[in-house]
């Protein structure tokens, strides 16, 4: 490791919690609802970011944080852009309110992400 790739990935996710924080902002000002919607909605989309762009880069799991790029796309932009700690803290949220919807919503946003990120790979797959 250099400090060049300590600056890519500190590029990366400067510029992917940023985009994080503005979308969840949008979100937040236009939807008023129970759901923690903005949370859901960063991190089904980052999950089909990263599994499109695993693909079209030809990373394998266990070599994302192989070149600049990778290091600064995939673990510093996405991991900046996608957030585990704030579901946690939406669910914990929710479970104050219902228990039920807590599950359902940490679910949802498991399979969802998943199905999105298979979805991400596949379309990167037919496009060769």
Known sequence: MTALDFAWVGLGGGLGSV????IGRMVGERYHGGFPLATFLINVSGAFV???LSVMLGVYWRDRYSTALVAALLTGGLGGYTTFSSMQLDAAK???KSPFQAVAYLVLSVMTGLAAAALGAAL???MG
């Open 50 to 52: 990263i599994g499109f």
């Open 19 to 22: 985009l994080r924080w503005a």
């Open 124 to 126: 990167a797959n037919v």
């Open 94 to 96: 929710l479970a104050t």
